[in-house]
């Protein structure tokens, strides 16, 4: 079985009359070490699928099985611990504490864990080290750049090592050089054995991936990836 399949899963919002079809049935199964990048149509379905993949959201029919466990059939805490030891998010609108400097910000996952106060720092010292920032530790989100802020969002998403990163338009707000500096950043942290998942609108940045799916009128299927065809 692979690392994450979605077997069947639908995602439906309100009821009768204003009910809306999000994700009408998709099947997707992403191997263990995979980049996959998720295309799409503002509006079909991709961050439903993230978020049903990351376990934010159940789905209305099927199920998520990751390493071999079907996610939604674990009681609401067991999933949130579950979400805490194996998964980290990047938001389309993530947003720093702006009154916490970068390393603050960084350390905020690790704060329900059982680390010594050092042991905390410095892990995410050297989460922030892989993303080239280390010399900012101590500035406040305001005194970064945008490029900037979205590596320590994504030294947040990393800090406690887990197995897997989700990331909805993680360059969404970027010109292209800070784009191409995320992105190498995730395709590094993928070299080292890091699962992603990334929604993205931009094809060029989709090309980062192994395999590149597209969300529409509620399935999924697959795209050519021309980087591989070349
Ligand atoms: N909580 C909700 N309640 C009702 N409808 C919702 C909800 N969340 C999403 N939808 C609807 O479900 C559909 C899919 O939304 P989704 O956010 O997954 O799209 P998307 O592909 O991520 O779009 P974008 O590229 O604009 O971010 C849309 O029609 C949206 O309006
Ligand atoms: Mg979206």
Known sequence: MSYIVADKVAKEFGNGDGKVTAVRSIDLSIEQGEFISIMGESGAGKSTLLSMLGGL?????????????DIYSLKRDKLAD??????GFIFQSFQLV??????????????????SEAAKKSLALSALERVGLKDKAH????????????????ARAVVNEP????????????????????????????????????????????????????????????????????
Do not use: W
């Open 139 to 154: 500035r406040l989100p305001n005194q970064i750049s945008g490029g900037e802020q979205e590596r320590v969002a994504i």
């Open 57 to 69: 959201l159940s789905p209305t029919r099927g199920h998520i099985n990751i390493g071999g466990i």
């Open 82 to 87: 579950f979400r805490r030891e194996f998964m």
């Open 98 to 115: 702006p009154y916490l400097n970068v390393l603050e910000n960084v350390q905020l996952p690790l704060a329900v864990t059982h680390h």
């Open 163 to 230: 197995p897997i990163l989700f990331a909805d338009e993680p360059t969404g707000n970027l010109d292209s050089r800070n784009s191409a500096e995320v992105m190498n950043l995730l395709k590094k942290l993928n070299s080292e054995g890091q699962t992603i998942v990334m929604v993205t609108h931009s094809r060029l940045n989709a090309e980062y991936a192994d395999r590149i799916v597209e969300v529409a009128d509620g399935g999924i299927k697959d795209m050519p990836v021309m980087r591989a065809m070349c």
